[in-house]
């Protein structure tokens, strides 16, 4: 293990992390997701040295680093505002750890040479923080961090300040940065797009504690409870309760019977994303084992796609939520109060245990 975390518990006023325990791999891209507030910067703060633990310990490289100062744990620490010296240009911003350790003039230009060079920056080196884009900001504080060579990079939500343009080209520098170097990284974000574009392993966070760990499709696919699944963006989170039919393992939730496969009993969780559910004018002869019947309530247009929301007929208060491409809605004439049935797969539905939201 590159970091370990274990047993780690903090309070800051109000806020409390709880019994943080965390394995991330040497060169692994790790990210922690979660809302606003819930205290994903204050796992990287503490990985970094900034506070002295309340009980438990940290770990880097195998070392026991709890009581190590920050200044001797070799991480590089990207804030959400680049915190780039003002009175600084590029240049000097970005060698400035390496003159405060009193590296020589001719190691400075050849790191400064290569780093500037991987992150596409050389042109910027005579200017003034102030006279850059968000974009290029980002660049040069990664630039500062990483120049120092150190064996973490901890990124507080590194691309939040960008424009999507802007921050899709930077998760694919950042992707193809990572895959160059390969430093283990730790970004936090609230964006399940950006997680998902960029992790190897994602651990999700609520109330400072951490209630997932997965791969990224294990998260996004087979989420744990209703807060990850919604979190998400699964959209379709009901409750029921299972039992068997003709041979059929099936959750009944609010009267209408949806076949899954699970090994689960009693009281559920089901979740289904909404591009596993297929929209029909009539029913479709398919490997699709559960049809539901419904009205069209509500249209979400979302970027390139819609978000079709349908209330069963079986039973109103239930609502399913489909994702089609424009040239779907267009084709099928899709519109509020338009009947359309809505197919999805067995597998489509992953089914979890209702309990508590701590679960690693």
């Known amino acids: 293990m590159m970091i370990l975390l274990k047993n780690v518990n903090k309070r800051l006023g109000n806020f409390a992390l709880k019994d943080i325990n965390l394995r991330i791999k040497k060169n692994e891209y790790f990210v922690i997701l979660g809302p606003t507030g819930t205290g994903k910067t204050v796992i990287l703060e503490i990985i970094a040295g900034m506070y002295p633990l309340d009980s438990g310990a940290v770990f880097i490289n195998g070392a026991d680093v709890t009581r190590q100062y920050p200044e001797d744990r070799h991480v590089g620490f990207v804030y959400q505002d680049y915190m780039l010296f003002p009175h600084l240009n590029v240049r000097e911003n970005i060698i400035f750890g390496l003159k405060a350790r009193r590296v020589s003039a001719a190691e400075i230009n050849i790191k400064l040479e290569r780093m500037v060079g991987m992150l596409n920056i050389s042109h910027l080196l005579n200017r003034v923080p ?47 940065l990572h895959e160059k170097i390969k430093t283990t990284t730790i970004h936090i974000t609230h964006d399940f797009n950006e997680a998902l574009a960029l992790a190897d392993c994602i651990a999700v966070m609520r109330s400072g504690e951490i209630v997932q760990k997965g791969t990224p499709e294990e998260i996004f696919q087979r989420p744990k409870s ?53 929209l029909s004018p009539e029913p479709i002869q398919s490997s699709a084992r559960n049809v539901v019947a419904g009205k069209i309530r509500h249209v979400r247009r979302q970027g390139p796609f819609y978000k079709i929301v349908l209330a069963a007929d079986a039973n109103p208060q239930l609502e399913f939520v489909s994702s089609v491409t424009q040239q779907s809605f267009e084709s099928m004439g899709l519109g509020e109060g338009v009947p359309i049935y809505a197919c999805f797969k067995a597998t489509a539905v992953h089914v979890f245990p209702i309990h508590s939201e701590k679960n690693q």
Do not use: Y
């Open 130 to 176: 102030a006279t850059l884009s968000g974009g290029e900001q980002q660049r040069v504080a990664i630039a500062r961090a990483l120049i120092t060579e150190p064996e973490l990079l901890l990124l507080d939500e590194p691309l939040s300040a960008l424009d999507p343009r802007t921050k899709d080209i930077f998760q694919q520098e950042l992707r193809r």
């Open 226 to 278: 209703e807060f990850v699944a919604e979190f998400v963006g699964t959209e379709n989170v009901f409750q029921g309760d299972i039992k068997m039919q003709n041979g059929q393992c099936i959750v009944d939730i609010g009267g209408i019977c949806i076949q899954v496969v699970s090994d689960l009993a009693g009281h559920v969780g089901m979740a289904l994303r909404p591009e596993g559910v297929v």
